[in-house]
């Protein structure tokens, strides 16, 4: 059958997190810099329907091509690893150090390859600096400036504003990891994926990883926003709240559900598989 059930749901996003827990540097850094680059894409894809005058469901419509192709490339994305190492953790299949630093790497992977992307976007719309980046350009400085400033004109509930809505994203991003491991096809998982990254999107709640993309293209294209400024209103509290919400509502509360009865459908791991339903299951 293509459906698999929780329990063997669970099962799956066990074994998984011993894989990506034995992943070396040099892979941590590379699929988590291809990650971060793909999110941007996804992410200035939404950017250019926007720019057209497109209502914003479209471009929620759309955003989740990052996260499928990602997925099922078995690359790495922090936020998504906010949910499963945890979960790895409570299961005793990963131990804390390997946590923090699955986490660090691929965090880091993260953010150098959002800003990569984000600066080749930036040379492309400006055609090599030779333009303002017409109604793209605004677009990314509007967007900079209200995750950043409009946060920090609040004072202390800004920043809550920001941690709250990094809680209610990484829900549903987890969820969308989670349910890669709810189908054997291929269709089947880009289905369960696109449904929590369509909904998270649409309410315009705070992705730490997209926010790599968003907040330096905008200060690219000269928004007012310090690097101190997009860090300390945006980014720490949006990791903070993604972190929450991937490791408590996500991998904690999977678990202690379905963990328990995990053992008996479990299969032996292997860390080279390369199967297709092993390779989707590893990512993000």
């Not at 192709?69 to 005793?92: D, H, I, K, Q, W």
């Not at 991003?173 to 089947?188: D, E, I, M, N, P």
Request: glycine share 10%; hydrophobic share 55%; with cysteine.
């Amino acid at each position: 059958m293509d459906y698999v059930a929780p329990k063997q749901l669970v099962a799956e996003m066990l074994e998984t997190t011993q894989k990506k827990a034995a992943l070396p540097v040099r892979d941590l850094m590379i699929r988590g810099m291809l990650a971060g680059g793909l999110l941007g894409y996804a992410t200035s894809l939404v950017m250019v329907v926007s720019a057209q005058g497109l209502p914003p469901i479209v471009g929620a419509l759309l955003f989740p091509v990052g996260f499928v192709m990602l997925v099922l490339l078995g690359l790495e994305l922090a936020t998504g690893n906010f949910a499963l190492l945890p979960a790895g953790l409570l299961s005793r299949d990963v131990r804390f150090g390997e946590l923090v630093r699955n986490w660090s790497w691929v965090y880091l992977g993260n953010l150098l390859g959002s800003v990569a992307y984000a600066l080749l976007f930036f040379l492309a719309v400006t055609n090599f600096m030779t333009s303002d980046g017409g109604a793209l350009g605004e677009l990314l400085r509007q967007a900079a400036q209200k995750k950043t400033l409009a946060y920090a004109a609040l004072g202390y509930k800004g920043w809550m504003t920001a941690m709250i809505k990094g809680v209610l994203c990484n829900w549903m991003v987890t969820l969308g990891v989670v349910l890669a491991f709810s189908s054997r096809s291929t269709l089947g998982k880009v289905a369960a994926m696109w449904l929590p990254i369509m909904t998270f999107f649409a309410h315009g709640y705070e992705h730490s990883i997209v926010n790599m993309f968003v907040i330096p293209a905008g200060m690219l294209f000269h928004a007012p926003v310090s690097i101190g400024k997009w860090w300390w209103w945006n980014q720490i509290p949006v990791t903070i709240g993604n972190i929450v919400s991937g490791a408590l509502f996500t991998g904690a509360l999977l678990y202690v559900t379905y963990g328990n009865s995990t053992r008996l459908v479990r299969e032996p791991v292997s860390i080279e598989s390369t199967s297709p339903v092993g390779l989707a299951a590893e990512g993000a």
